[in-house]
């Protein structure tokens, strides 16, 4: 298992687009993907569930992958994440 939190830079939080870039990549690998805010822990690869953390700007959220493909998994959200800064 793998995990790296990151900061959210981004005015609008992750609202509808930034989560469906998250999901639908999030799909691409096998292993389980979790996005954790505080006390709730969701599937990465549901947009509705990641909608579901209401994740504003300023707000750290952890990435947690676990599987074959973990590593790689977790740098791909990590950079889409960096990569809606202040977007």
């Given at each position: 298992?793998?995990?790296?939190?990151?900061?959210?830079?981004?005015?609008?939080?992750?609202?509808?687009?930034p989560?469906?870039?998250?999901?639908?990549?999030?799909?691409?690998?096998?292993?389980?993907?979790?996005?954790?805010r505080?006390?709730?822990?969701v599937?990465?690869?549901s947009?509705?569930?990641?909608?579901?953390?209401g994740?504003?700007n300023?707000?750290e959220?952890?990435?947690?992958?676990?599987?074959k493909?973990?590593?790689?998994?977790?740098?791909?959200?990590?950079?889409?994440?960096?990569?809606?800064?202040?977007?």
């Amino acid at each position: 298992m793998v995990s790296e939190k990151v900061i959210v830079n981004n005015a609008l939080g992750i609202h509808l687009r930034p989560a469906g870039s998250l999901a639908e990549e999030a799909m691409k690998y096998t292993c389980s993907i979790s996005l954790i805010r505080k006390d709730k822990k969701v599937n990465g690869k549901s947009l509705l569930s990641i909608l579901s953390l209401g994740i504003k700007n300023g707000y750290e959220v952890e990435i947690r992958c676990d599987g074959k493909d973990e590593q790689q998994a977790l740098e791909a959200l990590v950079r889409i994440l960096r990569e809606n800064d202040n977007k």
